[in-house]
């Protein structure tokens, strides 16, 4: 049974540029979350996405975004990359039953650095 | 103030010792309350799961949760030098609109020396 997969591992970026990160959730799970670790950090809540729509969203700018796929998987999109948006962006995937949505397993995450 | 405080540490001990972590929160709507084990440079890897007060053991884990006083542990017996890893408690509100949404401390680096 594969776990959560997220893909690319490193990513170097520069300012102003723009990425496109991608998860494959666990199987049998339908609700992906995106977290923004930064070195030293506890991991920030960006959104999360159920349904193929952004179920809730967490303090960051509208330069986030993400998608889910009817597959169930989902990319996060960050535009004009700042140098502060370096970190290691962790998908987590879950099962969503009725009103409550079970615990989260995460992937290795990408790091993405910006220059 | 943060909502969930953890002492980054860090926190060195000897193998064989007893480690405690502990994570306090100002929220009272949390009521699911987890530790992740983080390895350099991988993602959090699940360890406890708890919902509400009271204990939960696994093996050398016991999670302890006082919602009364906003207050988690995470015991760790007869600690190995493979236990030495990031710990990160995370909690979550209870259904509604919460959906799951974690919210993490900022991690305690142990390290468990032979």
């Known amino acids: 049974d594969a776990g959560v997969t997220q893909s690319p591992t490193h990513l170097i970026k520069t300012r102003g540029q723009q990425v496109t990160l991608r998860c494959s959730p666990k199987?049998?799970?339908?609700?992906v979350s995106w977290y923004q670790q930064a070195l030293g950090q506890g991991p920030q809540f960006i959104f999360q996405?159920?349904?193929?729509?952004?179920?809730q969203r967490g303090n960051f700018p509208d330069r986030f975004s993400g998608h889910q796929f009817p597959n169930y998987s989902s990319e996060l999109n960050v535009n004009a990359l700042l140098l502060g948006d370096s970190a290691l962006y962790l998908c987590?995937?879950?099962?969503?039953?009725?009103?409550?949505?079970?615990?989260?397993?995460f992937g290795p995450g990408t790091r993405l650095t910006v220059l | 103030q943060k909502e969930v405080e953890q002492d980054p540490g860090p926190l060195s001990v000897p193998e064989g010792a007893i480690v405690s972590l502990n994570c306090t929160y100002s929220?009272?709507?949390?009521?699911?309350f987890m530790w992740y084990r983080q390895y350099s440079r991988k993602g959090p890897e699940l360890l406890m799961y708890?919902?509400?007060?009271g204990n939960k053991e696994d093996g050398r884990f016991t999670a302890q949760v006082d919602k009364s006083s906003k207050y988690i542990s995470l015991f760790i017996r007869d600690s190995q030098p493979s236990d030495s890893a990031t710990y990160l408690c995370a909690m979550s509100g209870a259904g509604g609109t919460s959906y799951g949404k974690l919210t993490f401390g900022q991690g305690t680096i142990l390290t468990v020396h032979p």
């Open positions: 929220n009272s709507a949390f009521q699911y």
């Open positions: 996405y159920y349904e193929e729509e952004e179920r």
């Open positions: 708890t919902y509400s007060s």
């Open positions: 199987s049998g799970h339908d609700t």
């Open positions: 987590a995937s879950s099962l969503t039953a009725g009103t409550r949505t079970d615990t989260q397993y």
